[in-house]
C-alpha cells in the first residue's frame, strides 16, 4: 500500500492551512496575537457578546478549546465576560476595548495572507476553489452529523 501526501485532500488542505497559520501569525506578532484567536475575533467583530458555547459553534471548536483560547485572550486583555440576563450560570463574551482596537489590523493580516494564497489564481480558478471548499466542508459536516 502506498500513501502519496500529493495525492490526498485531507493532507494537502491541512498543510495549506499550517501555512496560513504560520502567515498569519506572522503578520499578527507584532499586535501580540496569534491565529488561534482569529475565530473568536470573527465572532464578536461586529460587536455582539455570545456565550462560550455559541462562541465554539460559530467557530466549529470544541469547547475545552474555546475555554483554552478564551482563558488566554481573557489573560491578555482582549475579551470582557458579563453576566448573561438569560442564564446566570453563563457569561456573555464581547472584544475588550484593546481588542476592538486592533480589528483593522487584524483584518489587513488576513485580507494580506489571503490575497498572498490567492495571488496565482485567476478570478474563475479563486471563485470555483471557494465553491470546492464549500461542497468539501459540507460533505464533511453531513458526514459528522454536523451542521454549518
Given at each position: 500500500m502506498?500513501?502519496d501526501?500529493?495525492?490526498s ?8 492551512a499550517?501555512?496560513?497559520a504560520?502567515a ?9 496575537l496569534?491565529?488561534g ?12 457578546a455570545?456565550?462560550?458555547?455559541q462562541?465554539a ?22 475579551i470582557?465576560?458579563?453576566p448573561?440576563?438569560?442564564?446566570k450560570?453563563?457569561?456573555?463574551i ?6 476592538r482596537?486592533?480589528?483593522e ?12 494564497a ?13 465553491g ?6 459540507g460533505?464533511l459536516?453531513r ?6
Open positions: 502506498s500513501l501526501r500529493h495525492e485532500a485531507g493532507y494537502l488542505t491541512n498543510w495549506a499550517r501555512l496560513f504560520r498569519i501569525d506572522r503578520r499578527l506578532k507584532p499586535l501580540r496569534s491565529s484567536y482569529l475565530p473568536v475575533f470573527f465572532a464578536l467583530a461586529g460587536g455582539n455570545l456565550t462560550q458555547k462562541l459553534r460559530a467557530a466549529s471548536i470544541e469547547q475545552p478549546t474555546m475555554a483554552a483560547t478564551l482563558s488566554r485572550m481573557e489573560r491578555d486583555g482582549l470582557e465576560r458579563t448573561d440576563p438569560r442564564d450560570r453563563a457569561s456573555l464581547s472584544l475588550a476595548p484593546s481588542a482596537d486592533k480589528l489590523e487584524v483584518v489587513a493580516a488576513t485580507r494580506a495572507v489571503n490575497n498572498d490567492l495571488s496565482n489564481l485567476s478570478s474563475d480558478e479563486a471563485e470555483a476553489y471557494f470546492a471548499l464549500k461542497k468539501i466542508i460533505s459536516e458526514a459528522a452529523g454536523e451542521k454549518g
